[in-house]
């Protein structure tokens, strides 16, 4: 089985950092990474598909780079709408997902 | 645009087997990949499985052994069955549609709003 790491798990930053997460696999799935975000209570929402693929509708203020076994989800300028739990899943396989990384205000 | 909505019991009993069923609006079951996944309370996702709207199937390996994914395209349903649960198995269930025809290799683009079932005697 594919074993998925984001890195890190918890990240406190504040309204217009830029964030980077990072989300790596234990062998290579060439781009078949997916990035969702989570808000609280709510239903988990596609932000990036194949690593660098904008959903629709998605600011571009995300970004996803990554090919093999290293992947990382950029947000450029965070608004107060973007804290919220991250995660990678990847499509090769096992459609595994990472343990998720939680970004809040500092 | 299409909507998906489970339904289900929300209580079941351990060793039991646990039923949901998803029910697609808006649109035609054909050509898509519908995924369970599901989310225990304050953990991560964890997927379990697929229907292909030829009836393909494929589970998570490590729930493969208890779980049983079909499908009613007269019904614009699919259902999930999880045998044998235990108190482990108390989750946020969702149902979602992949995102692009003829393949789930690019997400998943339309979720139910999440089901809760608990396991408990």
């Known amino acids: 089985d594919i074993q998925m790491t984001q890195s890190p798990s918890s990240l406190s930053a504040s309204v217009g950092d830029r964030v980077t997460i990072a989300c790596r696999t234990s062998?290579?799935?060439?781009?078949?990474l997916n990035w969702y975000q989570q808000k609280p209570g709510k239903v988990p929402e596609l932000l990036i598909y194949a690593a660098s693929n904008l959903q629709s509708g998605v600011p571009s203020r995300f970004s996803g780079r990554g090919s093999g076994t290293d992947f990382t989800l950029t947000i450029s300028s965070l608004q107060p709408e973007d804290f919220a739990t991250y995660y990678c899943q990847e499509s090769y396989t096992t459609f595994t997902f990472g343990q998720g990384t939680r970004l809040d205000i500092k | 645009q299409v909507q998906l909505q489970e339904s289900g019991p929300g209580l079941v009993k351990p060793s039991e087997t646990l039923s949901l069923t998803c029910t697609v609006s808006g649109g035609s079951m054909n050509t898509y990949f519908w995924n369970w996944i599901r989310q225990p309370p304050g953990k991560g996702l964890e997927w379990i499985g697929y229907i292909y709207y030829t009836g393909s199937t494929k589970s998570n390996p490590s729930l493969e052994s208890r779980v049983t994914i079909s499908e009613d395209t007269s019904k614009n349903q699919f259902s999930l069955r999880l045998n044998s649960v235990t108190a482990a198995d108390t989750a946020v269930y969702y149902c979602?549609?992949?995102?692009?025809?003829?393949?789930?290799?690019?997400?998943?683009?339309?979720w139910g709003q999440g089901t809760t079932v608990t396991v408990s005697s």
């Open positions: 979602a549609r992949a995102r692009t025809p003829f393949s789930n290799y690019y997400g998943l683009d339309v």
């Open positions: 062998q290579s799935i060439s781009n078949y």
